[in-house]
């Protein structure tokens, strides 16, 4: 049984590219002992990244809504808990 397959080339090159990336970048924070800009906005997307899909897993709550105020609804979430981090 092959594991790696046409349906899932694709995921599969985006999460090892994440695992390689986030990897490398923690490994040069740890060498140099400091976090330069670059290597802040690789976390700050990873973060970001991480917030879009708790924010788009919760959809099914949003069912009863119209699709225009579940975005609303939705993007505000987002937005609350991204000022909250910022306090």
Do not use: D, W
């Not at 046409?6 to 990336?21: A, D, L, Q, R």
């Not at 976090?35 to 919760?58: C, D, E, K, W």
Request: net charge positive.
């Amino acid at each position: 049984m092959r594991i790696i397959n046409k349906k899932n080339v694709i995921p599969i090159i985006c999460i090892t590219y994440t695992v390689i990336s986030i990897g490398y970048t923690i490994f040069e924070i740890i060498i140099n002992r400091k976090m330069n800009p670059t290597q802040l906005n690789i976390f700050l997307f990873l973060v970001l990244s991480i917030l879009g899909v708790a924010v788009l897993s919760q959809h099914y709550r949003f069912n009863r809504f119209s699709p225009l105020a579940m975005i609303i609804m939705q993007y505000m979430i987002a937005e609350i808990i991204i000022l909250a981090s910022l306090k």
